[in-house]
């Protein structure tokens, strides 16, 4: 049971997803006709930020083991599962590492075969640690010592005849939502089309949400949190949603008051949008929303700035944080939970470009790092709040 402290206290049991682009008009009809809560997010909270260093009790740094069959490229997504990361990187491999970091396998099995993918679009790893790979028009499955268990192959055309090839997923129990991406998008007549598709077991479409106004759409993630599942828009948006077994609802509107990014801007070039933002000091763009026991927390944009807002669910004071000014780590924010911490990933590269002065190497040190390469495996960050 997920509880907000804002302006009227509401408790909703929710995973999150965060609205695309052109429902933010149909969301607040229905939030005045169905009272949901409203988080608001003034001038004067977000010019009072603070740091993460004021307000974290502890802190673990965890390097994840690098070896010649464990070398890793850019992160593209990564999942605690089991007592284990999961990582997707840029080479469309998944590294699997145990709680302390120790390489335990990858899953590199890309190709034509049968037992093959023909590429890693997406992942995702259930409670008995099968493992499931979005390719081209299929669904793969490996069991957890990433045995070829299955494929799925899939055939799913839209009420227009538009053929659906997602490119993001998530599985409930008898369902999969399907995200679209932006193949083809041009082509589309706007208003006829959808973002999301609820697809069955036997890969027919149940459901449909958020019709597309405009071929501006970015690429959008699920965001696995404890039991919840999230999923956000990468620009434009102020709403959050849940997920149910087969709907999306919406549940929860941030509020920017009068900095707030508006549907008419939304629509325009993607370029003239984000200068506006800069120029202007916007607010929006929400993503990485994630809860814990205690804490819920989401970035965005401010300006030309990177943003996280923290609640204290319990008492519901709220804490902002400019990620780009953060001590005693560089540049990152909540991407998932373990074991209720909030946890993230830092590259090597990262603590050598913004060590100026050596501001970092006290925490190198205490965590028995300081001998860290640029080349080296990523480093998990985990830690708690304290507010």
Partial sequence: ??????????????????????????????????????????????????????????????????????????????????????????????????????????????????KEYLEMRDFSV????????????????YDSTLEF???????????????????????????????????????????KESTIYCINRNDDIINEFFPLTSVLTGHQSFYRSGNATYYSHSYGNDTIYSVSENDIKPALFVDFLNKRITEKEMMGDRAVLFDKIWKNDYKGLILNPFENETYISFSFASG???????????????KIINIGKTKPFPMIYPEGICNNSFFSHIQPLMFSMYNKDGIYDDILKKHNISNIDISDNPIIVKFNFNF
């Fill in 304 to 318: 030309r700035n990177r943003k996280l807002a923290i609640q204290n669910k319990k008492s519901g004071e709220f």
């Fill in 1 to 114: 049971m997920l509880k907000f402290l804002i302006h009227r206290p509401v408790a909703v049991t929710m995973v999150f997803v965060v609205f695309i682009i052109s429902a933010s008009c149909q969301f607040k009809q229905e939030m005045n006709d169905k009272q949901l809560g409203k988080i608001i997010i003034s001038e004067d909270l977000i010019n009072n930020e603070t740091d993460y260093s004021n307000i974290i009790n502890s802190i673990e740094l965890i390097p994840l083991e690098t070896s010649e069959n464990s070398i890793m490229s850019d992160i593209w997504k990564i999942e605690y599962r089991n007592d284990k990361y999961y990582l997707h990187d840029h080479n469309q491999v998944l590294y699997i590492f145990d709680s302390k970091g120790n390489f335990i396998a990858k899953l590199d099995k890309r190709g034509r075969g049968p």
């Fill in 126 to 141: 259930d409670d008995d640690g099968l493992i499931t790979i979005l390719s081209y028009k299929a669904f793969l499955t």
């Fill in 149 to 191: 268990i299955g494929k799925r192959k899939f055939n799913i055309t839209s009420r227009t005849g538009r053929d659906l090839n997602p490119i993001r997923f998530f599985q409930t129990k008898n369902h999969t939502f399907i995200y679209m991406g932006s193949f083809g998008l041009h082509l589309i007549e706007p208003g």
